[in-house]
């Protein structure tokens, strides 16, 4: 498990993949230890990129971006943090953060104009990253077609989700009929967890104060991330690992803080 293989049958083996194809011009560990210094790399890119997306300037943008890769030095134990990364071997994890930014920040600049590929492109790549990223992607796409004023638009959320289940089938649909035989240790409530649930109201705050409908679908996704690992974890008893839920919520928070201030 530390050393980043294939944990079960139907983990998502996207690392695994990746690794193995460099393995063939280098050797393994080499290969292992590339793939993860590239998404560190890609990380602080992909907060750029999410901040410009969503209209910010380079400046802005650029300390938006300063902020969030701060938090993963100071943030412990949520997965896709610097801790989890080099002391545990969520190695997964460390990936998909990267590929989760990127994906956001495409639905922000494509969706609306029926640009979907790319989109669906990235979310099929998470699916095959890393699971509970791909839950989180899941929520983001719902909370764009809840934003969406416009049968059209929530129509495309749809067909972008349609398009990425397919890409990504040859895994997810094994994967799914195998649910009932994984063996999933639940760890982690948050429904107990009052900085959570503060964190969200606030970052929720900071982004309806700024105002423009461009900022409902971050609004919408903490709203229904906080509600699905509420009920998820107390109603319906899902077994899973809700806490690492949480990184995605706090790292908006420098976002919601410029939106304030702005």
Partial sequence: FF???????????????????LALAMPVDVAFKVVLAFALLATPVSFYYFARSFGFGRGNSAAIMFLMFCMLFTIRGF???FSSTMNVGLVANALALPLFFFYVGSLQRGLWREKYLAPSALLAIIILT?????VAAGIVALGFAAASPVKKNAAAVLKHILLASLLAAFWLVP??????????IPLGTVEKDLTFIAASCLIVLGLHLAGGGKFSPLKNFV???????????TLLQLPTHYYRFEMFVYLLAPLAAFCFLR
């Avoid at 890393?130 to 791909?134: C, E, W």
């Avoid at 994967?175 to 999933?184: H, Q, T």
Wanted: no cysteine.
């Fill in 175 to 184: 994967a799914v009929a195998k649910a009932g035989e994984a063996n999933i």
């Fill in 3 to 21: 050393f980043g293989f294939v944990q079960s049958q139907f983990y998502p083996p996207l690392y695994a993949y990746v690794t193995s194809i």
């Fill in 223 to 233: 709203l229904l991330l906080l509600a699905f690992s509420i009920v998820g974890g």
């Fill in 130 to 134: 890393h699971a509970l990223t791909a």
């Fill in 79 to 81: 997965g896709g943090d």
